[in-house]
């Protein structure tokens, strides 16, 4: 079955620090990769996605994300975290359902808290 | 352009009533998708629909229903609701649907069932 997996529920960085968040997946063939950002009260809005090629993904808000097939993974980075990147971070993956379409499957989540 | 709209935001049901749920898409999008958000289960797929068919499905009972308009405009419908069925609701359009087309989440609609 397809999953993923964020290890980490509740991240606290510095304004100004780096981030990266982690994200794992299970999923047999090429997996559609996404990372989205909900702030509180708010819908997602999706940061970037990889189908395929260069697995160094560039998204909005200066965030980026690299695939790596040996190790299942796709990580959010960003160098230099503002205060307004506080939100929860969701990665998912194009899953196929039953239907023979894909749908989202979301991790369950990471936190992201930052200090002045 | 507007974006996503849900209506209601908030709603207060109690156990074995029904309620249905409204989202709006961004004009042109013909494409509606429904995922629920709870804290034990996360954000789960309900279903997608284009062109009033619906085109994918999550695993939810039949309880969890939904259609789509000529306009696009697409309403969820829970029967029989359950404490469990309390939630976020969110709704999301796009062009054409499937993945490779960005989707735009709407603000969610809020479910509590007493």
């Known amino acids: 079955a397809q999953s993923v997996t964020q290890p980490d529920i509740h991240i606290t960085v510095s304004e100004g620090a780096s981030l990266e968040l982690r994200c794992n997946y299970s999923y047999g063939a090429t997996p559609y990769l996404f990372w989205y950002v909900q702030s509180p009260g708010q819908g997602l809005q999706l940061l970037l996605k990889y189908f395929s090629g260069d697995t160094l993904v560039q998204g909005i808000k200066g965030f980026e994300a690299e695939f790596k097939r040996s190790q299942s993974s796709f990580n959010l980075r960003k160098p230099s975290v503002h205060w307004s990147d506080a939100a929860e971070y969701f990665c998912a993956v194009g899953a196929l359902m039953d239907t023979g379409r894909r749908a989202l499957t979301f991790g369950s989540g990471t936190r992201l808290q930052v200090q002045p | 352009k507007a974006g996503v709209t849900q209506t209601p935001r908030y709603l207060i049901k109690t156990r074995g009533q029904q309620v249905t749920l409204s989202c709006s898409p961004i004009s042109g999008h013909r494409s509606v998708s429904w995922y629920q958000q709870t804290p034990g289960q996360g954000l789960q797929f309900l279903f997608e629909?284009?062109?009033?068919?619906?085109?994918n499905k999550g695993n939810f009972p039949g309880r969890f229903s939904g259609r789509q308009f000529s306009n696009s405009r697409s309403e969820m419908n829970v029967s029989t609701l359950e404490l469990g069925d309390s939630a976020l609701y969110l709704c999301?359009?796009?062009?054409?649907?499937?993945?490779?087309?960005?989707?735009?989440f709407g603000p969610g609609t809020r479910l509590t069932v007493l």
């Open positions: 629909y284009f062109s009033e068919t619906q085109r």
């Open positions: 999301a359009s796009s062009l054409m649907g499937g993945l490779t087309d960005t989707q735009y």
